[in-house]
Nanobody, 122 residues
Framework: VQLQASGGGLVQAGGSLRLSCAAS????????MAWVRQTSGKEREFVAA????????WYADSIRGRFTISRDNAKNTLYLQMNSLKPEDTAVYYC????????????????WGQGTQVTVSS
């Protein structure tokens, strides 16, 4: 499966953005999915993940309560609704996929899309 993230942009602090990740195949529904962000000079940070089977979700402490991950298997699309954005949320956001094992085994995500830049101004 190939992934393409979109929806990034420039927003003021307190604003909202919705990221999308379009998958190339209908097998999208068989993949655990995650959103990952990275800023220059820093390690990548998994911010949210969603499972295949029961749609369980996981969130990083840094974004819990502000971001919501969801998926629409009929549209082969993953979403990240980002509210109450802060300047520290500025990063390139990537979507990632894995097939087997636990959806929060982050070192096992092996399919990555191109990122989308999110910039939050103060």
């Amino acid at each position: 499966v190939q992934l393409q993230a979109s929806g990034g942009g420039l927003v003021q602090a307190g604003g909202s953005l919705r990221l999308s990740c379009a998958a190339s195949e209908r097998t999208f529904s068989t993949y655990h999915m995650a959103w990952v962000r990275q800023t220059s000079g820093k390690e990548r940070e998994f911010v949210a993940a969603i499972s295949v089977a029961d749609l369980s979700t996981w969130y990083a402490d840094s974004i819990r309560g502000r971001f919501t991950i969801s998926r629409d298997n009929a549209k082969n699309t993953l979403y990240l609704q980002m509210n109450s954005l802060k300047p520290e949320d500025t990063a390139v956001y990537y979507c990632a996929a894995k097939r087997a094992g636990s959806y929060y085994a982050f070192n096992e995500y092996n399919i990555w899309g191109q990122g989308t830049q999110v910039t939050v101004s103060s």
